[in-house]
């Protein structure tokens, strides 16, 4: 059996493995305590940046803001009528600056009100998806307690490990692809998007980081990922695999 040897472009190839995960993800946990009155974590479905992801009960830091606007407006009508009995009563500029004082630490005690206020509101920080939770209308939640987890899928990360031989050959901005048993025949393409500067001295390995655009939100963080990255493109005479003899271990 006769064939012809063929001049054909062949591709290096760098083969790994490695794990999704998404390209910006934050724990979502409340900073006091208290009663949930809504809860909007519902899951699989895209959240808008700023949506009010959970609330909890907030009367008394409602009283907190309107005790702290009051104790301001007496504040600045105090001092205001300071500006009108200077000239005639001769007012001490030491109870005027006593007054002016009044008014900055009312003035920081109602932004501190607002703030404990707008902290029984949890808002996402980012669009994206919320991930399983079960925090329901009326459970009470811990401060530091995580509640859920929110993960921005429109572009997940894959990280994986790269035999140190070949730190010099892959760069940034690399093509690669990936695949993954969920999604048989489909190829997902991506580039390198950071190379580690240290090389793992038990393993002799470095780690690289791809990027991939999930427009499609196809895949979650956490999938397993066979990724392939082509190097060192180079013209080569072809033959039939077949017609190679081994000899001693050498072709």
Same mark, same amino acid.
């Given at each position: 059996?006769?064939? @012809?040897?063929?001049?054909?472009?062949?591709?290096?190839?760098?083969?790994?493995?490695? *794990? *999704? =995960?998404?390209?910006?993800?934050?724990?979502? #946990?409340?900073?006091?305590? /208290?009663?949930?009155?809504?809860?909007?974590?519902?899951?699989?479905?895209?959240?808008?940046?700023?949506? +009010?992801l959970l609330a909890l009960d907030s009367v008394i830091e409602e009283a907190d803001v309107v005790e702290a606007k009051a104790r301001l407006e007496e504040a600045s009508r105090a001092l205001q009528r300071s500006d009108s009995l200077k000239q005639s009563s001769g007012m001490s500029q030491a109870t005027i600056d006593s007054l002016k004082a009044q008014v900055k630490i009312a003035r920081a005690e109602l932004e501190r009100a607002n703030k404990r206020l707008d902290d029984r509101f949890l808002r996402a920080p980012f669009a994206g998806f919320i991930s399983f939770s079960d925090i329901e209308t009326g459970s009470r939640v811990k401060a530091g307690e995580v509640v859920a987890v929110l993960d921005d899928l429109s572009g997940v990360l894959v990280e994986f490990s790269v035999p140190e031989d070949l730190f010099g050959t892959l760069q940034t901005g690399n093509q690669l692809k990936a695949s993954a048993a969920s999604f048989p /025949?489909?190829?997902?393409? /991506? *580039?390198?998007? #950071?190379?580690?500067?240290?090389?793992?001295?038990?393993?002799?390995?470095?780690?690289? =980081?791809?990027?991939?655009?999930? *427009?499609?939100?196809?895949?979650?963080? /956490?999938?397993?990922?066979?990724?392939?990255?082509?190097?060192?493109?180079?013209?080569? +005479?072809?033959?039939?695999?077949? @017609?190679?003899?081994?000899?001693e271990g050498q072709p």
């Open positions: 059996e006769a064939v @012809a040897v063929s001049l054909r472009r062949l591709d290096r190839v760098i083969e790994a493995v490695g *794990t *999704t =995960r998404a390209v910006r993800s934050v724990e979502i #946990a409340p900073l006091s305590a /208290g009663r949930v009155v809504d809860s909007r974590l519902s899951q699989g479905a895209e959240v808008k940046a700023r949506s +009010l /025949g489909r190829e997902f393409a /991506g *580039t390198i998007d #950071a190379i580690d500067t240290r090389v793992d001295t038990a393993s002799r390995s470095f780690k690289v =980081r791809g990027f991939i655009a999930n *427009t499609d939100r196809a895949l979650p963080a /956490g999938m397993f990922m066979h990724v392939s990255i082509a190097v060192d493109e180079r013209e080569a +005479l072809v033959v039939p695999e077949e @017609a190679l003899v081994i000899d």
